[in-house]
């Protein structure tokens, strides 16, 4: 089994800034792409930030030159870096990643549990 494991969630005022954190453990082999997810209430799930293997990233355009998205590989981990955060940035935020288990020829996706970002004006 794989699990990931959220971190870096809390509540800031408009403007300010946050970090989370995502960790991948288990019978891992290879991970390919991760990403970040955020599901407001009464929304849908909705994409952030991804990044592939080799650091290729992508961002929704409301998070665009505010938001980084990064990897460390060694630890299985996968960071967000949030700045100048809105109320509209307020959701719970959720970890996604393709992983490849040991002893298995294809990937699949996993999902981490969430972490609540509250943004108040």
């Known amino acids: 089994q794989v699990q990931l494991v959220e971190s870096g969630g809390g509540l800031v005022q408009v403007g300010g800034s946050l970090r989370l954190s995502c960790t991948a453990s288990?019978?891992?082999?290879?991970?390919?792409?991760m990403g970040w997810y955020r599901q407001a209430p009464g929304k849908q799930r909705e994409l952030v930030a991804n990044?592939?293997?080799?650091?290729?990233?992508n961002y929704a355009d409301s998070v665009k030159g505010r938001f980084t998205i990064s990897r460390d590989n060694a630890k299985n981990t996968v960071y967000l870096q949030m700045n100048g955060l809105k109320p509209e940035d307020t959701a719970v935020y959720y970890c996604?990643?393709?992983?490849?288990?040991?002893?298995?020829?294809?990937?699949?996706?996993?999902w981490g549990q969430g972490t609540q970002v509250t943004v108040s004006s």
């Open positions: 996604n990643a393709d992983v490849r288990r040991i002893g298995v020829l294809f990937g699949r996706d996993y």
């Open positions: 288990g019978s891992i082999s290879s991970i390919n792409d």
């Open positions: 990044i592939n293997s080799g650091g290729g990233t």
